[in-house]
């Protein structure tokens, strides 16, 4: 069966400070992968998504930035965090037409 | 005009009662429609699936699609207190999916 493993749960870092969110799938070949953020009491916002190694698009201009080292290997990644960087951080997989499983989450607070 | 549009809420029901969430998508192009269920704090999980025009039923979830309205919703049943959550819809369409902002449904016992 497929897994999907997210880390660590929560986060606090100070404003300035590097972010990185490591995210793996097991069980399944060449999915795509997605980060998502949440804001309290709001949708998930799609941040990048993946089609395969070394494929990233990007949906909203930011400071943050992703990367696909392996198949099954999906991270976020942040030079300098902003205090509008805190939320609640969502990576999933899926197989189209399929729906996304989600990890369980980071949910980071910059301060 | 957003993407993908819910109800806004929140939405009450007593124990018992049939809850309604409604959704409207703008993309004709979408191909698959999902409702997740969201407890506070947690991630979504996938509650339905729909992919063609009519209605799906499983157990106490009923998912409608009408693409011509370009619009989805879900019917949940025989409410219970654990079925208080938040749900978002989902719209596929270009391998990615697109969600609302979600209804908050608390149903009271």
């Known amino acids: 069966s497929q897994t999907i493993h997210q880390w660590p749960a929560t986060l606090v870092q100070p404003v300035g400070s590097p972010l990185s969110l490591e995210c793996t799938v097991e069980?399944?070949?060449?999915?795509?992968l997605y980060w998502y953020r949440q804001a309290a009491g709001r949708g998930l916002q799609l941040l990048f998504y993946s089609v395969g190694i070394g494929q990233i698009s990007s949906e909203v201009p930011q400071n943050l930035s992703a990367s696909r080292p392996q198949d099954r290997q999906f991270i976020l990644s942040s030079k300098k965090l902003l205090l509008s960087d805190s939320g609640f951080y969502l990576c999933?997989?899926?197989?189209?037409?399929?729906?996304?499983?989600f990890g369980s989450g980071t949910r980071l607070t910059v301060v | 005009q957003k993407e993908v549009e819910q109800n806004s809420g929140p939405l009450s029901v007593p124990e018992g009662a049939i809850a309604s969430l409604n959704c409207t998508y703008s993309?004709?192009?979408?191909?698959?429609f999902f409702w997740y269920r969201q407890y506070s704090g947690k991630s979504p999980e996938l509650i339905m699936f729909?992919?063609?025009?009519g209605d799906k039923e499983d157990g106490r979830f009923t998912a409608q699609l009408n693409k011509a309205s370009q619009y989805v919703s879900l019917l949940i049943r025989d409410s219970q207190p654990s079925d208080s959550a938040t749900y978002l819809c989902a719209v596929n369409g270009a391998g990615k999916s697109t969600f609302g902002d979600g209804t908050t449904l608390t149903v009271k016992p």
């Open positions: 993309d004709r192009g979408s191909q698959s």
């Open positions: 999933a997989w899926s197989i189209p037409p399929d729906a996304n499983t």
């Open positions: 729909i992919y063609s025009n």
């Open positions: 069980g399944t070949s060449n999915p795509n």
